[in-house]
């Protein structure tokens, strides 16, 4: 390709974008809606996202704090919001913040499909939101039960399905560690990763399918 040839596909592509979106997918994104909420909160009059960056660059802290109000984040943001701002690396961001990963994914858990899975077993299963928070709330109860509280480490060696992430967001919620493998791992390999954790509960599976053959873990 010849010099020539370069500056001119550079110019066409400058010149033409691939896409645009419409004026009427513009109002309507959230980022849209974000720039109204900010004018309206601190008495601004933002025109543009590029208007919106240079703001949030010159306000750091009312940015953040106003964000993570408007996005509904479940949690605490506490009293400071930036820490050491000038430095990079060094610079903290809500230092007193308090909050649970669980709380904000099943906080936004829709009334529909929340989880579709396909399993290679051919098993289709769907949960809605309010089923994966009653899976959720079962399984918690039963790590409670079993001495499971803050600190603790739940260990998973499951194949991706709904029960794992269950499981996951259940010792999310209860201040606890989770650390999982698949089960295609052999027998030492999950030792030496479990072994360093000392996790107070293990789930796992009694097989798994794999190239459309069962394969038994118990042993």
Not at 57 to 83: H, I, N, Q, S, T
Not at 101 to 117: K, R
Not at 143 to 172: I, Q
Not at 189 to 201: A, H, L, M, T
């Amino acid at each position: 390709m010849t010099p020539d040839t370069m500056n001119a596909m550079n110019t066409m592509n400058a010149a033409a974008p691939l896409w645009q979106p419409s004026p009427e997918r513009i109002a309507a994104a959230a980022l849209t809606g974000f720039r109204a909420a900010v004018n309206a909160r601190f008495a601004l009059a933002l025109a543009d996202y590029e208007e919106l960056w240079a703001w949030s660059v010159a306000r750091k802290e009312d940015f953040w704090r106003f964000l993570w109000e408007w996005a509904g984040v479940a949690g605490e943001p506490g009293e400071r919001v930036l820490v050491d701002g000038d430095r990079m690396p060094g610079a903290r961001w809500f230092p007193d913040a308090r909050l649970n990963y669980a709380e904000t994914v099943l906080a936004g858990a829709p009334a529909g499909d929340a989880v579709v899975f396909r399993g290679e077993d051919k098993v289709r299963r769907r949960w809605s939101g309010a089923e994966l928070k009653a899976e959720v709330s079962r399984l918690q109860q039963a790590l409670k039960a079993a001495g499971v509280g803050v600190g603790d480490r739940v260990a998973a060696y499951m194949p991706n399905m709904p029960e794992t992430l269950a499981a996951m967001l259940a010792t999310a919620g209860l201040g606890a560690t989770w650390s999982s493998c698949s089960p295609d791992f052999g027998a030492q390999g999950v030792v030496d990763r479990f072994g360093q954790i000392e996790p107070k509960v293990l789930f796992f599976p009694d097989a798994y399918w794999y190239n459309g053959k069962a394969h038994d873990v118990r042993a």
